[in-house]
T-cell receptor
Framework: DQQVKQNSPSLSVQEGRISILNCDYTNSMFDYFLWYKKYPAEGPTFLISISSIKDKNEDGRFTVFLNKSAKHLSLHIVPSQPGDSAVYFC????????????FGRGTSLIVHP | DVKVTQSSRYLVKRTGEKVFLECVQDMDHENMFWYRQDPGLGLRLIYFSYDVKMKEKGDIPEGYSVSREKKERFSLILESASTNQTSMYLCASISRNTEAFFGQGTRLTVV
């Protein structure tokens, strides 16, 4: 049973527009959430994270929003660029627990020029 | 610059061969992981290790074993490779309250 779900396998966006990637989780013990970006034939790289004590974290063009009551987080990329085309993985962990990250299945983002 | 290094980028092995995938990290992290990535299935945890000589099964350990003789090195072993183990294998290390750092991945093809 998936504890971290990314229900959209793919997303297509025009350059300059906003990309919104969504993630839902079921385990209420998760308190640390991360987004990773992965290009083909490379390992994932960390993008941005958020602790459960916050509802928003921003880093340049990337913003992550957390809605704990809905067990939902989203990654916003504004403005989207062709170089953002990659697979994005949502991950969650328990900071004081096992802190093993559990990953979603990923969303493939394509940004068209 | 922190680094997780996997010994091979691409490997082709025959069915029944014993395969070793090596991973080394230079961050002095206690925890190391092996995942495999398959299309539509995301990253699935095979094994992880909290410390030297300690190992725990992940979600899909069948057909795999691991070895951690030194803190910086975590090896994944395919005892008898099969075609359904063709995949991208990703090693990662993590310390408490940090993000996971991944190696570049090993694309293994079993023929």
């Amino acid at each position: 049973d998936q504890q971290v779900k990314q229900n959209s396998p793919s997303l297509s966006v025009q350059e300059g527009r906003i990309s919104i990637l969504n993630c839902d989780y079921t385990n209420s013990m998760f308190d640390y959430f991360l987004w990773y970006k992965k290009y083909p034939a490379e390992g994932p790289t960390f993008l941005i994270s958020i602790s459960s004590i916050k509802d928003k974290n921003e880093d340049g063009r990337f913003t992550v929003f957390l809605n704990k009551s809905a067990k939902h987080l989203s990654l916003h990329i504004v403005p989207s660029q062709p170089g953002d085309s990659a697979v994005y993985f949502c991950a969650a962990s328990e900071v004081e627990g096992s802190y093993i990250p559990t990953f979603g299945r990923g969303t493939s983002l394509i940004v068209h020029p | 610059d922190v680094k997780v290094t996997q010994s091979s980028r691409y490997l082709v092995k025959r069915t029944g061969e014993k395969v070793f995938l090596e991973c080394v990290q230079d961050m002095d992290h206690e925890n190391m992981f092996w995942y495999r990535q398959d299309p539509g299935l995301g990253l699935r945890l095979i094994y992880f290790s909290y410390d030297v000589k300690m190992k725990e099964k992940g979600d899909i350990p069948e057909g795999y074993s691991v070895s951690r003789e030194k803190k910086e090195r975590f090896s994944l072993i395919l005892e008898s490779a099969s075609t359904n183990q063709t995949s991208m294998y990703l090693c990662a290390s993590i310390s408490r309250n940090t993000e996971a750092f991944f190696g570049q991945g090993t694309r293994l093809t079993v023929v």
